[in-house]
């Protein structure tokens, strides 16, 4: 389908539009006020991790328990997300519906997997924060269908970068890690969907947030145009010619540290 | 006699290390005007007679051990991959959509990023370049090619999510990640066109009742790619890492 079509029928406003501004005024505000709602609503053992200088290994968190944890907080976000979407009447019926659907119970899954998990490691699981789709009233996720969609971009898109930065931290434990692998490809599969479902690419190209994304969602792109692996310039080893930047980015999708993941979470979490 | 074999000898060794002098070239002009480029830029096939290809493949590859060995495993498919989509891209199935040939050309090139990026991290300790049977696919085929395509990207996911633990470097295992993840996005997407189901992309079949994707040791995945690769590998010091 024609992306400008796709678009318009999801009732995608123009930059200039009113709703658009509150929306981008609203994201503004998210350094100041996401980053202190989020410190006030996760438990106290993740605060204190957030103080922690994130390292290329660490990403910020350290202990298997608090990365778990920080997995649950995001699980429970996109879990509730969905549960609120799949009940009201913004999803259209059909294809679309049955995605959620499915993406819905993977979420849930994920939630009803975690919680015992740090309870088998001597941890307490956080409890559901409080979430606010619309933060603040910003958003009209559950009434809006383009919202909604483009708020599920963003949350898949985010929980791919936040399960890999948190990776290395799981390594003492080889089974932890392996079920963190397992999450994030599921992650990455619901976000090739969404994406290709609002008529994006389903990869990444530099750090495009995508056609009909609000400018706010921007932090969630940040870093991917990265071109460097491991030391090495991709672009000085890739033997075809005809792959330029674009197709480099695409190839790598990159790590979030739990810092960045819980600013751009915070703004939802009341 | 003994100076031919002995020449042929080189030849595959210089092959084996292709890795180092690829990556050589692109240090600049002047190792590239020295020559030394030239012989591991061939296919395999050129390389040799046909018999002497031969000789060459019942050569056992081997992975080596630790995160070298990881990484090799990981080139295995990836070369695989790139193989494939560069066969789709450049013969495409009749009726392929616009759509369609847009995924297959970004798949083929990410498979090629990831395939050139891993030879070149791993330099001389890279596997040579494998050769691969793909008789069993019908190219002219939409439903053959996109069935390959999915059993690919579900393995590769698979594979690496399964290889995970087995990195001893976090910086690999993040490098890995980033791959991984771009792998699953292809499958939801190949799995999308090509599935009537809608919830496929992330399907019963593959996503188990915990929400979680597949996780495979070396051990398998090798088996399920081995009927496409022409190769023996031998993949033993990295199976041993999990007993």
């Keep these: 389908m024609n992306i400008y079509q796709l678009l318009k029928s999801y009732n995608v406003k123009p930059e200039s539009s009113d709703t658009y501004v509150t929306r981008r005024d609203a994201f503004a505000k998210l350094a100041n006020f996401g980053k202190k709602a989020v410190m006030a609503s996760v438990p106290l053992s993740l605060a204190a991790a957030k103080g922690n200088k994130a390292t290329a290994k660490s990403m910020g968190l350290s202990n298997p328990v608090d990365v778990l944890n920080f997995a649950l907080t995001l699980e429970y976000l996109e879990a509730q997300f969905y549960r609120e979407g799949c009940s009201c009447n913004v999803i259209p019926e059909g294809r679309d519906r049955a995605i959620f659907n499915i993406i819905e119970r993977h979420e849930f899954d994920h939630v009803k997997l975690l919680i015992p998990v740090i309870e088998s490691l001597g941890g307490e699981p956080v409890k559901q924060p409080e979430f606010d789709f619309t933060a603040g009233g910003a958003f009209r996720p559950f009434s809006d269908y383009a919202q909604f969609l483009a708020l599920s971009q963003a949350f898949e898109d985010t929980g791919v970068r936040a399960y890999k930065g948190q990776a290395a931290n799981l390594m003492s434990n080889g089974d932890l890690l392996t079920a963190a692998l397992q999450i994030h490809s599921v992650e990455a599969r619901h976000a090739s969907e969404v994406r290709r479902l609002r008529g994006i690419k389903g990869w990444i190209t530099g750090d495009e947030r995508g056609e009909g994304m609000p400018a706010a969602t921007q932090a969630v792109y940040e870093g991917e145009d990265n071109l460097m692996q491991g030391g090495v310039d991709v672009r000085d080893v890739v033997t075809l010619d005809s792959i330029g930047t674009d197709g480099i980015t695409e190839s790598f999708d990159e790590p979030l540290t739990s810092d960045e993941v819980l600013t751009i979470a915070g703004l939802f979490i009341v | ?243």
């Design chain 2, 1 to 243: 006699m003994l100076k031919k074999t002995k020449e042929r000898d080189a030849k595959l060794a210089a092959h084996r290390n292709g890795s180092r002098r690829s990556f050589l070239k692109y240090g600049g002009a002047t190792v590239a005007a020295t020559g030394l480029v030239l012989a591991g830029c061939d296919p395999l096939e050129d390389l040799f007679p046909e018999d002497e290809r031969e000789a060459a493949l019942s050569r056992v590859v081997e992975l080596l051990r630790g995160d070298t060995g990881v990484l090799n495993y990981a080139l295995v498919l990836e070369q695989l991959e790139a193989a494939f989509y560069i066969e789709v891209v450049d013969n495409p199935y009749s009726g392929i959509s616009e759509e369609e040939f847009i995924i297959m050309r970004d798949l083929r090139d990410h498979e090629i990023v990831h395939r050139d990026f891993l030879k070149a991290a791993l330099g001389q300790s890279a596997i040579p370049t494998l050769t691969f049977d793909f008789s069993s696919i019908d190219f002219t085929s939409r439903d053959s090619v996109l069935n390959a395509s999915k059993t690919f990207e579900d393995l590769g996911v698979a594979a690496y999510n399964g290889a995970g633990r087995l990195l001893k470097s976090p910086d690999l295992l993040l490098i890995a990640g980033k791959i991984v993840s771009v792998e699953g996005r292809h499958a939801a997407a190949i799995r999308s066109i090509l599935d009537e189901d809608p919830q496929s992309f992330a399907g019963d079949d593959i996503i188990d009742a915990n929400g979680l994707d597949r996780a495979f040791d070396p051990e398998t995945v090798l088996k399920a790619a081995a009927p496409f690769i022409i190769n023996e590998i031998n993949a033993n010091e990295l199976i041993g890492l999990l007993k």
